[in-house]
């Protein structure tokens, strides 16, 4: 179903392109960092840690940073390719084995972003998107009596939902408030280097609280 609905998004905003007035087509970079959060995860391993059995992993508030470059079809439409890294520390918890790790779950995700932009009022400018996903990569690092293994897989799709506001304080530059975020369901993560088995069933679904700029060309 997952598939399906990206698909579909994915043509919405191809579409939304085909058919935008071609003014103002102004160009712009765009960068936010912020707050970055992320729900407990809890899975299933496949021979993971050697043994096979639940995976419960906790995670604390993180951080979240990105850069986009988008394009203003007209006045109320705009699309955007977006990068984005975030991390959150993590204790995760083997039920076969009751080890318990520290580390962090990590992603590197590319977005395809379409906005609508509502009307503005004093210098506030209120927008909304929704945006297709794909994870570059995503791991979780588990450190153990000094010893460090981790888990990693990428190639999933998810969506994306975006509300924010620009406030226009130069003639090209806007500070940017803005909240996102993304759903990718049903994760695999495959061991690296020593680290054996899989683990299966995370549901990645990340929020970020954002501050950024925009810059018009």
Known sequence: MQKILSLALFCAINATYAVADTAPNTLYITTQSGIGLVGDQSGTGNSADDFSGNWNTTLDTGYFAGFGVGYLYNDKLSGEIYWEYRSNDAQTRVSATGNEYSGNYASSTIYFNTYYHFASFDNWRPYAGLGLGYLQEIDIDLELAGIETSYSGDGDLGLQAIIGANYSFADR??????????????TEL?????????????????????????YRF
């Open 173 to 186: 530059l806007d500070l940017s408030l803005e909240a996102r975020y993304a759903r990718f369901s049903s």
């Open 190 to 214: 495959t061991g690296e280097g020593m680290a054996s088995g899989t683990i299966d069933g995370f549901d990645y679904d990340p929020m970020s609280i954002a501050i950024g700029l925009k």
